[in-house]
Protein backbone atom coordinates (compact mmCIF):
# COMPACT_ATOMS: atom_id res chain seq x y z
CA UNK A 1 0.00 0.00 0.00
CA UNK A 2 2.96 2.42 1.01
CA UNK A 3 4.73 1.65 -2.05
CA UNK A 4 1.68 2.42 -4.01
CA UNK A 5 1.10 5.88 -2.82
CA UNK A 6 4.93 6.64 -3.31
CA UNK A 7 4.54 5.37 -7.38
CA UNK A 8 1.49 7.83 -7.61
CA UNK A 9 3.10 10.15 -5.69
CA UNK A 10 5.98 10.15 -8.02
CA UNK A 11 3.97 10.24 -11.35
CA UNK A 12 2.20 13.23 -10.25
CA UNK A 13 5.24 14.64 -9.61
CA UNK A 14 6.66 13.79 -13.17
CA UNK A 15 3.30 14.57 -15.20
CA UNK A 16 3.84 18.46 -13.29
CA UNK A 17 7.05 18.77 -14.26
CA UNK A 18 6.20 17.60 -17.85
CA UNK A 19 3.22 19.60 -17.88
CA UNK A 20 5.45 22.83 -16.39
CA UNK A 21 8.01 22.38 -19.35
CA UNK A 22 5.43 21.74 -22.08
CA UNK A 23 3.40 25.08 -21.10
CA UNK A 24 7.04 26.83 -20.89
CA UNK A 25 7.72 26.01 -24.32
CA UNK A 26 4.96 27.27 -25.66
CA UNK A 27 4.37 30.34 -23.73
CA UNK A 28 8.88 30.89 -23.18
CA UNK A 29 8.27 34.83 -25.02
CA UNK A 30 5.56 35.25 -23.11
CA UNK A 31 7.49 34.31 -19.48
CA UNK A 32 10.49 36.30 -21.24
CA UNK A 33 8.33 39.43 -21.47
CA UNK A 34 7.35 38.76 -17.75
CA UNK A 35 11.01 38.27 -16.40
CA UNK A 36 12.03 41.70 -18.44
CA UNK A 37 9.36 43.84 -17.99
CA UNK A 38 7.92 44.81 -21.10
CA UNK A 39 4.29 43.86 -19.78
CA UNK A 40 3.81 46.47 -17.65
CA UNK A 41 3.72 49.75 -19.46
CA UNK A 42 6.10 52.39 -18.23
CA UNK A 43 5.31 55.29 -16.06
CA UNK A 44 4.74 58.21 -18.18
CA UNK A 45 6.21 61.15 -16.44
CA UNK A 46 4.70 63.79 -18.56
CA UNK A 47 1.17 65.57 -18.46
CA UNK A 48 -0.44 62.18 -18.63
CA UNK A 49 0.64 61.64 -15.13
CA UNK A 50 -1.38 63.91 -13.73
CA UNK A 51 -4.26 62.79 -15.14
CA UNK A 52 -7.46 62.07 -12.75
CA UNK A 53 -8.19 58.21 -12.07
CA UNK A 54 -10.44 56.41 -14.23
CA UNK A 55 -12.84 55.85 -11.40
CA UNK A 56 -15.10 58.22 -9.44
CA UNK A 57 -13.60 58.57 -6.24
CA UNK A 58 -16.19 57.50 -2.99
CA UNK A 59 -16.72 60.30 -0.35
CA UNK A 60 -18.51 60.66 3.06
CA UNK A 61 -21.67 63.05 3.89
CA UNK A 62 -18.90 65.64 5.53
CA UNK A 63 -16.62 65.64 2.50
CA UNK A 64 -20.14 66.38 0.59
CA UNK A 65 -20.73 69.25 2.57
CA UNK A 66 -17.29 70.55 2.42
CA UNK A 67 -17.63 70.31 -1.53
CA UNK A 68 -21.27 72.09 -1.41
CA UNK A 69 -19.93 74.79 0.55
CA UNK A 70 -16.69 75.56 -1.81
CA UNK A 71 -19.05 75.36 -4.98
CA UNK A 72 -18.75 71.95 -6.51
CA UNK A 73 -21.64 70.33 -7.82
CA UNK A 74 -24.27 67.71 -6.44
CA UNK A 75 -25.54 65.94 -9.42
CA UNK A 76 -28.73 63.73 -8.47
CA UNK A 77 -28.60 60.20 -11.16
CA UNK A 78 -32.24 58.70 -9.80
CA UNK A 79 -35.00 59.17 -11.59
CA UNK A 80 -36.99 62.68 -12.36
CA UNK A 81 -39.67 61.75 -10.15
CA UNK A 82 -38.03 60.83 -6.82
CA UNK A 83 -35.92 64.31 -7.77
CA UNK A 84 -39.05 65.94 -7.99
CA UNK A 85 -40.39 64.21 -4.50
CA UNK A 86 -37.28 64.66 -2.89
CA UNK A 87 -33.52 65.57 -3.34
CA UNK A 88 -30.87 67.19 -1.62
CA UNK A 89 -30.87 70.99 -1.28
CA UNK A 90 -29.25 72.15 -4.02
CA UNK A 91 -28.65 69.50 -5.91
CA UNK A 92 -29.25 69.35 -9.88
CA UNK A 93 -31.14 66.27 -11.62
CA UNK A 94 -29.24 64.28 -14.18
CA UNK A 95 -31.02 61.10 -14.55
CA UNK A 96 -29.13 57.96 -15.69
CA UNK A 97 -32.72 56.81 -17.02
CA UNK A 98 -32.47 59.69 -19.54
CA UNK A 99 -28.94 60.15 -19.53
CA UNK A 100 -28.43 60.46 -23.67
CA UNK A 101 -31.26 62.73 -23.92
CA UNK A 102 -30.11 64.95 -20.55
CA UNK A 103 -26.07 64.73 -20.91
CA UNK A 104 -25.16 67.23 -24.05
CA UNK A 105 -27.34 69.90 -21.98
CA UNK A 106 -25.30 69.13 -18.90
CA UNK A 107 -22.06 69.19 -20.74
CA UNK A 108 -22.77 72.73 -22.16
CA UNK A 109 -23.87 74.08 -18.93
CA UNK A 110 -21.34 72.30 -16.35
CA UNK A 111 -17.45 73.40 -16.78
CA UNK A 112 -15.19 70.34 -16.82
CA UNK A 113 -13.25 71.53 -13.94
CA UNK A 114 -15.99 71.51 -11.28
CA UNK A 115 -15.92 68.93 -8.68
CA UNK A 116 -18.65 66.89 -9.09
CA UNK A 117 -20.81 64.56 -6.83
CA UNK A 118 -23.09 62.46 -7.72
CA UNK A 119 -25.66 60.41 -5.41
CA UNK A 120 -28.66 58.18 -5.80
CA UNK A 121 -30.75 55.81 -3.91
CA UNK A 122 -28.38 54.35 -1.36
CA UNK A 123 -25.52 51.72 -1.23
CA UNK A 124 -27.76 49.54 -3.57
CA UNK A 125 -28.12 51.34 -6.59
CA UNK A 126 -25.51 51.62 -8.96
CA UNK A 127 -26.29 55.10 -11.08
CA UNK A 128 -24.64 57.39 -9.07
CA UNK A 129 -21.50 55.40 -9.69
CA UNK A 130 -22.35 54.65 -13.45
CA UNK A 131 -22.88 58.24 -13.71
CA UNK A 132 -19.70 59.43 -12.47
CA UNK A 133 -18.11 56.83 -14.89
CA UNK A 134 -20.31 58.43 -17.83
CA UNK A 135 -18.88 61.70 -16.40
CA UNK A 136 -15.42 61.08 -16.30
CA UNK A 137 -15.78 59.83 -19.74
CA UNK A 138 -16.88 63.36 -21.19
CA UNK A 139 -14.21 64.65 -19.77
CA UNK A 140 -14.73 65.68 -16.30
CA UNK A 141 -11.70 66.25 -14.13
CA UNK A 142 -12.99 65.64 -10.42
CA UNK A 143 -16.29 63.43 -10.18
CA UNK A 144 -16.93 61.66 -6.52
CA UNK A 145 -19.54 59.06 -5.94
CA UNK A 146 -21.50 59.78 -2.51
CA UNK A 147 -22.38 56.16 -2.14
CA UNK A 148 -24.98 56.51 1.10
CA UNK A 149 -27.08 58.55 -1.31
CA UNK A 150 -30.37 60.62 -0.47
CA UNK A 151 -30.83 58.18 2.32
CA UNK A 152 -28.13 58.71 4.30
CA UNK A 153 -28.44 62.21 4.11
CA UNK A 154 -32.10 62.56 4.76
CA UNK A 155 -31.27 60.38 7.77
CA UNK A 156 -29.16 62.65 9.23
CA UNK A 157 -31.25 65.49 9.42
CA UNK A 158 -29.60 67.58 6.44
CA UNK A 159 -31.71 69.87 4.17
CA UNK A 160 -33.54 68.29 1.37
CA UNK A 161 -35.80 69.51 -1.33
CA UNK A 162 -39.13 68.71 -2.93
CA UNK A 163 -42.42 68.44 -3.72
CA UNK A 164 -42.62 65.89 -0.88
CA UNK A 165 -41.84 68.35 1.90
Not at 69 to 79: K, N, P
Not at 98 to 125: H, K, M, Q, W
Request: hydrophobic content about 45%.
Amino acid sequence: MLRDLKRIALEACVLIAFGALFGLTLNHQLVMDAFSGSLVSPQSTTEESSSPAALPMPVLIDEVQQVMASGGLIVDARSPELYASEHIEGAVSLPMVEIDAELPEFLGTVARNRVIITYCSGFGCPDSFDLGMTLISSGYLDVRVFEGGFPEWRDAGLPIFGEGQ
